[in-house]
């Protein structure tokens, strides 16, 4: 049975820095793209930036400079470490898991993913 587990999420102030974390169990996080996607209330689910299974890196413009994905294949935990935070930010952050590296290219859509987690709440207040 898989499972995608995230947390570190929580309140910060602005300009501030969160580390979310996505715990996998179930499968091999090596061989699989990882993307981590928000949602904001009232608004639709964005892909923010993933990774394929070799490293190569996709960003969406509000990411640029920001946040960085990273994964740990020993631990099978991916990462999202967001900096400069801004309120625009506040959304519940999702981890997805594809086994295809095609899933993570300059377009991020969930459709592609197979495997999510429940979400973490992060709240930016200004």
């Known amino acids: 049975q898989w499972q995608l587990v995230e947390s570190g999420g929580g309140m910060v102030q602005a300009g501030g820095s969160l580390r979310l974390s996505c715990e996998v169990s179930?499968?091999?996080?090596?061989?699989?793209?990882v993307a981590w996607f928000r949602q904001a209330p009232g608004k639709e689910r964005e892909g923010v930036l993933c990774?394929?299974?070799?490293?190569?890196?996709n960003y969406a413009d509000s990411a640029k400079g920001r946040f960085t994905i990273s994964r740990d294949n020993v631990k099978n935990t991916v990462y999202l470490q967001m900096n400069s935070l801004k309120p625009e930010d506040t959304a519940i952050y999702y981890c997805?898991?594809?086994?295809?590296?095609?899933?993570?290219?300059?377009?991020?859509?969930?459709?592609?993913?197979?495997?999510w987690g429940q979400g973490t709440q992060v709240t930016v207040s200004s």
């Open positions: 997805a898991a594809s086994l295809y590296d095609t899933a993570c290219s300059r377009w991020i859509f969930p459709h592609e993913f197979d495997y």
């Open positions: 990774a394929t299974s070799n490293s190569i890196t």
């Open positions: 179930g499968f091999t996080l090596d061989s699989y793209a």
